[in-house]
């Protein structure tokens, strides 16, 4: 069996790792020109469904490392004036493990045929053969190449071009909501904000939002300890913040960074110090769509897989746990397919009856979870 996987996020990257243990082929195609072409370092929480789902793709020599570059974290989740005070509770106190995306993506490529620069543009559905083989598909890719696989996974985002193919009328819907994301090395004048982790700092019309990456061990040693064959980068400890925008709002001409300062006037000094030390190479402006899926389409040799099918609120925490669930429920079910216990169709169809229905309860539960975090609009003057 060959898979062609269209994407090189995380789930696309972790279903390429497990189908490669099972000894299935795999090559994964990438449309950035370079991995680290563009922001993409900030920091997941991991729930014990994602972080199974990692464990059962990787390879168990890989374990140790996987487990020394995630940290525990509990937060409490308080609502917080510009100065500090308490002012409510987002919610009860929270827990999972914490991963830097950048990360935990450079042990994921580890070992892996990713074809970057290779944009797919569409497919087609290669009828069957004569004897009634079942059909195969051919992608295309903008520099004109092409490639033949038994399945093409669509593991390329909200803005997936699979899915358009698929599933034209499953299309992303834009919250409105828009927001300013960065980071700052986490040094001893930050460990005082140590109460905000986790917490909504409530502003006028905006709302900021931190969190810690603190790693028990600098990536890049873990690796050369634990797995001399990874290479991870070498990251430092760090905050990430984000600052809610009000609707719709955008930066005009200031950079992330000034568009944070001039909407955080006489906040906390700590806070303000926060992000005039930030990395302006790792700040950028987001805004947040869903994808909600919809009717199953006909069965075939393409599918989806992640945020190309289910993109969710990063307020809810859950789209990287999902992508890797999806990852994990594929791998499994076409290392059946390809051992000969079932037909590769029937393999995906079970994938698929599955991940409809947990990826719809995602994209469901992170847009109950969004108001809570968005602030309320700006009082007229
Ligand atoms: C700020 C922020 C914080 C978040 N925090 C959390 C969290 O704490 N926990 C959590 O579970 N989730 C979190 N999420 C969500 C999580 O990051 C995503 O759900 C997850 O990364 C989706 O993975 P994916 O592999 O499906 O897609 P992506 O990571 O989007 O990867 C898709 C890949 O496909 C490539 N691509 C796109 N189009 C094409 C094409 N035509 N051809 C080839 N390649 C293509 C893209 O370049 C990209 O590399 C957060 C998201 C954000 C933005």
């Given amino acids: 069996m060959r898979v062609s996987v269209i994407g090189a996020g995380l789930g696309g990257l972790c279903l390429a790792q497990g189908l490669r243990g099972a000894g299935i082929g795999v090559d ?24 199974e789902a990692l464990h059962g793709c990787l390879p168990e020599r890989w374990h140790p490392l996987l487990d020394a570059i995630v940290d525990d974290t509990t937060v409490e989740r308080l609502i917080l004036d510009p100065r500090l005070n308490k002012i409510g509770e987002l919610g009860p106190p929270r827990s999972g493990l914490v991963v830097d995306r950048h990360v935990l993506r450079h042990l994921l490529l580890t070992g892996l045929d990713v074809h970057t620069g290779a944009g797919l543009t569409g497919y087609d559905v290669l009828s069957d053969g004569a004897n009634g083989e079942a059909p195969k598909v051919q992608a295309h890719f903008a520099q004109g190449e092409s490639a033949t696989a038994d399945l093409l996974v669509g593991a390329d985002g ?44 409530a502003g006028d019309g905006v709302s900021l939002l931190l969190g810690a990456m603190h790693f028990r061990i600098p990536p890049k040693q873990a690796a050369a300890e634990l797995a001399p064959e990874v290479t991870l980068p070498d990251t430092g400890d760090y905050v990430r913040w984000a600052m809610i925008l009000p609707p719709n709002g955008s930066l005009g001409e200031q950079t992330p960074q000034e568009a944070v300062l001039s909407r955080i006037e006489g906040w906390h000094p700590d806070l303000r110090a926060l992000i005039e030390q930030a990395d302006p190479d790792n700040s950028t402006l987001l805004s947040i769509r869903v994808v909600e899926p919809r009717d199953r389409w006909a069965p075939g040799p393409v599918t989806l897989l992640g945020d190309a099918i289910h993109a969710t609120s990063p307020t809810g925490g859950n789209g990287a746990n999902t992508a890797l669930r999806d990852a994990d429920v594929l791998r499994r079910s076409l290392i059946q397919a ?12 079970d994938y698929e009856r599955q991940m409809l229905e947990y990826g719809a309860e995602a994209v469901r539960q992170s847009l109950e979870a969004l108001p809570a975090y968005v602030g309320k609009p700006k009082q007229a003057a």
Wanted: hydrophobic share 40%; proline share 5%.
């Fill in 28 to 51: 994964v195609y990438e449309r950035d020109a370079a991995i680290t072409a563009r922001f993409q370092g900030y920091r997941l929480v991991l729930n014990p469904t994602g972080f």
């Fill in 158 to 201: 909200v803005n997936s071009a699979v899915r358009t193919v698929l599933t034209p009328q499953t299309i992303p819907t834009d919250t409105g909501v828009r927001f300013v994301i960065g980071r700052t090395p986490l040094t001893e004048q930050f460990q005082g904000l140590s109460r905000a982790w986790g917490a909504k700092i």
């Fill in 338 to 349: 390809d051992g000969g216990g079932r037909g590769l169709l029937d393999a995906v169809g």
